[in-house]
């Protein structure tokens, strides 16, 4: 009886789930293999997904045949079959099973692969266990794509060595500026409990070719380097083995006084540099392909080798050196500035990293910011780009959106990478592209990296902001290949994550597109930066100009007054624009030619003077608010659409951030410009909306709980 009213009950509720559509909720990421309901595309895979035959036999081929089988049974209902090659329609083997030419395994290195296609069988080749594993996902993100795999021919190898997330997750289980619940590394649980979501992370990371993570925070804990925790980094280490992620750790430059009982962290003391060599010796016991270590010194507070009268390089050695002899590396960050300093922030990493080109071991990385402040919406490339021929400079981008609308707002960043590893530095002349610089072609370098600062955290859909999954996607993926366009790499995971109908795809990536552009237009148009309020970064304070360190406050940034806004970085200025290449500093230096984008970075002007459209700065401001606020509605309405398509879960949840967007990007149009009207003196441009509240009101809004602030341990 109870059996039949409870089945009954299911029945009604099955009902009123499919009347309302089917729901998901985005756990499996762009892997979610939905099944091929088109029959001839389905009878296509079937082709070649039903027998199969794997040569490789080690950890790494069991995930490929478990990957394999867990795709086929969703997208086509069927386990394939292992047999013979002869049999077989889709073959992996490494090279040296198959008869593949020279020209074409010399091009694969370590972690490419080659897939071709020929009379029904599709191989796919590579000279390692992780190439096969990634060419395997390839084929089967064609497959998702509802690509055809009958005359395949493709050859990938990474353009970069090291492609990295750097988790800012602190042993507590908070994570500095996350916004997609705590950490997902269950420290206490460790090394006894392996959670399904460290198998699930790797395959997300192995399927667009990310092959290493920093576990920890750059503002650093000694306590993981103590064995205890040593222990738990083991277990992570060998489950993501098999996927061909390695481990690194964030080393805290004072560990050696903290868990050393040592008296100094000096790098050229030699009980210090013993410290850290029987550390590293430790820790390769343990995890032998131990990747290294990240590290955040002499910066907001962190120690480092400044601390002690020597400078970076002699920091960042003697890391080194204690590595060198395990194959290990340092990622040293560039990321520095002090407000003892008297010079423009934005010139500080330059001027300390510039004189030490060429002084760092060769297994030391500088790992630098996209632009010269701090992820800000939009910031010009970094000048260190092309300045250190001699030292290799890896990419660091956040993909967690601290500046950039945190989990609220969709805002797909591939745009902004793009934008930032296009640009040209000339430092070798034209087409010295920051790209080029970063895949080691340029300086010729012999490492290279790509490090983004994670946006995972335990929410069931991994990053906060369903949408926000495309920038762990597009992350991977540039990493893999700086030259790819954001274009394509929305497309391909558009279709993986919502599938392939016509007007989704479409619908989804003009919006995605867009997304970025729009945020930079109600958040800091025209080059203006650092508006956000203290601490949380959460919604806008350009009013704030009374923090202990001048450097900390939107004030100093955008520096308005009744005269005018902006940051002077010109010759008469901080002259910051000479740290780029020429022509790039004279084009930034003058008005007329600096690119509007940045024109309040790098110049302080009149509200009257007169833009290119015929607008003054004033009503170009108004008019950017204004727009981004209107293009967010438009996001609305493009995604209102969709409602048919997309499963009721997720279709409503982004609806819901879309709301809570269009409220911020008012919230940030009324703030910014009542507070910029204060200092102008103004009329509103007529177009403008008039602000909701008045000036003291946005003066008032506090937000003591907003997630991602740093602990205060
Ligand atoms: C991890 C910014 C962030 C900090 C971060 C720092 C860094 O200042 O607000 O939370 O610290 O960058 O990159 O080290």
């Not at 035959?53 to 069927?78: F, N, Q, Y």
């Not at 480092?304 to 590595?323: E, F, I, S, T, V």
Request: charged letters at 20%.
């Amino acid at each position: 009886m109870t059996f039949i009213l409870r089945s009954t009950i299911l029945n009604v509720l099955i009902l009123i789930g499919a009347l309302d559509g089917y729901s998901e909720n985005g756990y499996d990421l762009w892997l979610r293999y939905a099944p091929i309901t088109d029959s001839s595309l389905k009878d296509h895979y079937l082709d070649y997904f039903t027998s199969f035959h794997c040569i490789a036999d080690d950890p790494t081929a069991v995930v490929i045949r478990k990957e394999l089988a867990l795709a086929a049974s969703s997208m086509l209902g069927i386990i394939p079959n292992e047999t013979s090659r002869s049999k077989a329609s889709l073959v992996i083997a490494t090279v040296e099973n198959l008869d593949i030419p020279a020209n074409i395994t010399n091009q694969l290195g370590t972690e490419g692969y080659y897939i071709s296609a020929n009379r029904g069988q599709v191989t796919v080749t590579a000279n390692t266990s992780i190439g096969l594993l990634y060419g395997t996902y390839h084929l089967l993100r064609l497959t998702q794509m509802g690509e055809p795999l009958g005359s395949l021919s493709i050859i990938e190898a990474p353009k970069t060595k090291i492609r990295i997330l750097n988790h800012w997750d602190n042993l507590d289980r908070s994570s500095e500026r996350g916004y997609a619940g705590f950490s997902i590394w269950d420290w206490h649980r460790l090394p006894g409990y392996i959670d399904q979501r460290y198998i699930d992370y790797a395959r997300a990371n192995a399927s667009i070719g990310i092959n290493a993570t920093v576990l920890t925070n750059v503002n650093a804990n000694a306590q993981v380097l103590t064995p205890m925790y040593l222990e738990k980094v083991k277990a992570l280490a060998d489950v993501f083995r098999p996927y061909g992620i390695r481990v690194y750790l964030t080393a805290r430059f004072s560990a050696p006084i903290e868990i050393g009982g040592l008296k100094t962290a000096d790098p050229l003391a030699p009980e210090v540099q013993t410290w850290w060599q029987k550390k590293a010796e430790e820790i390769y016991s343990m995890i032998p392909d131990f990747g290294g270590f990240l590290v955040k010194a002499n910066s907001e507070g962190q120690p480092g080798p400044q601390n002690y009268g020597r400078n970076h390089a002699d920091g960042a050695n003697m890391l080194a050196d204690a590595l060198r002899p395990f194959g290990g590396t340092v990622m040293w960050r560039a990321f520095v500035y002090s407000d003892e300093e008297p010079d423009d922030r934005a010139k500080q990493a330059y001027n300390e990293f510039k004189p030490l080109d060429g002084q760092f071991h060769e297994n030391v990385m500088i790992q630098v910011k996209n632009g010269p402040i701090d992820f800000q919406p939009r910031e010009p490339f970094h000048p260190l780009f092309g300045a250190m021929p001699n030292t290799p400079l890896m990419m660091e981008f956040q993909i967690t959106q601290e500046y950039l609308g945190q989990a609220t707002q969709l805002v797909y960043l591939a745009p902004m990478y793009e934008e930032c590893l296009q640009s040209d530095t000339y430092a070798k002349g034209e087409s010295s592209t920051v790209a080029s610089v970063i895949d080691g072609t340029l300086h010729d370098y012999q490492l290279t990296g790509m490090a983004g600062v994670a946006n995972i955290g335990t929410d069931i859909n991994w990053t906060g902001h369903p949408m926000a999954q495309s920038n762990w996607y597009a992350f991977g993926r540039l990493a893999w290949n700086p030259q790819l366009d954001a274009q394509q790499i929305a497309d391909e995971w558009i279709r993986a994550t919502f599938g392939n109908e016509r007007k989704v795809v479409e619908t989804i990536s003009e919006l995605m597109l867009n997304s970025w552009e729009t945020a930079v237009s109600y958040m800091t148009p025209l080059g203006l930066h650092h508006l956000m309020g203290t601490s949380h970064h959460y919604g806008p304070a350009p009013w704030v100009d009374n923090l202990s360190r001048a450097d900390w406050t939107p004030y100093y940034y955008h520096k308005s007054n009744q005269g005018g806004i902006g940051f002077d970085r010109t010759s008469t200025g901080s002259n910051a624009t000479s740290q780029y290449f020429p022509p790039v500093a004279s084009t930034f230096n003058d008005p007329d030619s600096c690119p509007e984008k940045f024109l309040l970075w790098f110049h302080h002007l009149p509200w009257t003077c007169k833009m290119k459209s015929g607008k003054t700065l004033w009503e170009a401001l108004a008019y950017h608010y204004q727009n981004g606020v209107a293009e967010v509605r438009r996001m609305q309405a493009q995604w209102k659409q969709l409602k048919p398509y997309i499963d009721h879960e997720r279709h409503q949840s982004v609806s819901m951030l879309l709301d809570i967007q269009e409220q911020e990007a008012i919230w940030w149009k009324d703030a910014c410009m009542s507070y910029f009207q204060s200092k102008s003196g103004l009329p509103y441009p007529e177009a403008m909306e008039a602000p909701q509240h008045d000036l003291e009101y946005y003066q008032s809004l506090k937000f003591p709980f907003a997630p991602g602030i740093r602990p205060k341990w």
